[in-house]
Structure formats: structure tokens, C-alpha cells
Nanobody
Framework: QVPLVESGGGLVQAGDSLRLSCRASGPTFGSYAMGWLRQARGKEEEFVAA????????QYQDSVKGRFTISRDRATNTMYLQMNSLEPEDTAVYYCAFKYGMIVPDTSQWRYRGQGTQVIVSS
């Protein structure tokens, strides 16, 4: 198990910014990645962004490139998602996720998830 604790969701207006945080509270070893998945009401879960812990390599979904930035603080085992220029289409529950090995956009490969944090962007 890899306990993940998220924070930072909320209700904002289109064009605003939010920062999500996620801390992996258990011991973690080896090569792994952390990322964000999201699920809007009535839609399938989708990959948003991820970062490899050792090297800091990143990957983004096309719709968030240039607006979202993922980063990590290795000293505190915390990952961040800075979301700028938010759009109503970004409204979803955002899940922090963890997987061993490489980043993959297939959400079924992300074995560990947090409890989710709601982001609502009003137009």
C-alpha cells in the first residue's frame, strides 16, 4: 500500500488558478512515478499529468499542456499540480496516483490512488 493524501481542490472561475498537492505518506523505494488522474461526471477517468520521482521526467495530456505544471519535492515526498487558466472542461474529481516503473497514460496501470479532490470551474 502507498497512502496518498491530497489537498487543494475547490471552486474557482474560468481563468483562475489552483494548486493541488499530494503527499505519499508511506515508504517508497525504487523507480516510481506519481501523477494526477481525473474523472468528470458521466465521463471516463483520464490521465492528466505525471512525473517520475527520480529524474523528474514529465508527461501531460494534450488538453492541459501549457496550462498545468506538475512538480515534486523529493525531500517531503510531495507532488504538486499547478493549474492555470482553468476552463469549465477541467471540472472533475482529481485523483493523486502512484505506480512503480514508467509513466503510462493508461489509467488502469496506476495501482494506487488517493481519495480524490473536487475541482469545479465555473464559466
Amino acid at each position: 500500500q502507498v497512502p496518498l493524501v491530497e489537498s487543494g481542490g475547490g471552486l474557482v472561475q474560468a481563468g483562475d488558478s489552483l494548486r493541488l498537492s499530494c503527499r505519499a505518506s508511506g515508504p517508497t523505494f525504487g523507480s516510481y512515478a506519481m501523477g494526477w488522474l481525473r474523472q468528470a461526471r458521466g465521463k471516463e477517468e483520464e490521465f492528466v499529468a505525471a512525473i517520475t520521482w527520480n529524474f523528474g521526467s514529465t508527461q501531460y495530456q494534450d488538453s492541459v499542456k501549457g496550462r498545468f505544471t506538475i512538480s515534486r519535492d523529493r525531500a517531503t515526498n510531495t507532488m504538486y499540480l499547478q493549474m492555470n487558466s482553468l476552463e469549465p472542461e477541467d471540472t472533475a474529481v482529481y485523483y493523486c496516483a502512484f505506480k512503480y516503473g514508467m509513466i503510462v497514460p493508461d489509467t488502469s496501470q496506476w495501482r494506487y490512488r488517493g481519495q480524490g479532490t473536487q475541482v469545479i470551474v465555473s464559466s
